[in-house]
């Protein structure tokens, strides 16, 4: 497919989606939120890939919803729209693993497309923050949500409440992010990240994502048994006697996804 607002590529087995509206720091509009529920669908329809990457330019990953196109906006166009939702939702609900290559700015939309990834890896100009508040909103698709569980109450309050920014070492330290790296090297990084992870037994990437995320949702007792059950299910898999065969026989694994 063909977008106008993001440009989706592939290098061996990763998928890029860089949102590309340089201009506007790559402000999010429905067009945009579209086109990236597109390439996910793409991508993950596509054999061939088993990692996606969302990434941005080096000034900004995104500095949030396209704040000229809300402003016109009443509830019953933002209820009825509801964009955000549609792009942001697919990202998190993709089953190939996902990682968000931050470089500059990821504010407000942007700081939650990027907490909708797996994991993010921060360039060391990384500034994450949630200023809907300075606009007379709040945050929409995650910021008071996914921000608070990953962060904490108290972090997640300071940035939702003051609208400030948070540089790569704070959000680090506070473990939003999983790696810092120079700005220079940040791509280089995510994608040797991205192709190891792709090279894994696809089925079993997908249910160790599956068993995370499931730490995000639900009980202790019940994300236990829902890990046991995925961990048990591996047994089944072919990649799994494979995997374990290999090591015994200090050989690499030949993985077949299945
Ligand atoms: C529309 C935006 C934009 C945005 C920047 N631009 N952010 N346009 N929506 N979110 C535009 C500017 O208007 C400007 O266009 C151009 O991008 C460059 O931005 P500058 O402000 O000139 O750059 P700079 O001085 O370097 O400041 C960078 C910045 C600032 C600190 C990131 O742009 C900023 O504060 N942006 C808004 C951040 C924000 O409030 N985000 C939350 C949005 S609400 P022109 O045409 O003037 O050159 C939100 C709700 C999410 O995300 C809920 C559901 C999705």
Redesign the pocket.
Known sequence: STFEHIIVESKGAVGIIKLNRP???N??SFGVFREIAAAVDDLEADDAIGCIVVTGSEK?FA??????EMQPKGFIDMFSEDF?AIGGDRVARCRKPTIAAVSG?A???GC?LAMMCDFIIAADTAKFGQ??I??G?I???GGTQRLTRAIGKSKAMDLCLTGRMMDAAEAERSGLVSRIVPADKLMDEVMAAAEKIAAMSRPAAAMAKEAVNRAFETTLAEGMSVERNLFHSTFALEDRSEGMAAFIEKRKPVNKNR
Request: hydrophobic share 45%; proline share 8%; charged share 20%.
């Open positions: 201009k506007l720091l402000a999010l900004a500095a949030g919803a396209d704040i000229k955000a700015y504010l407000g939309g939650e200023p809907e300075t606009l909103t945050p929409g698709i």
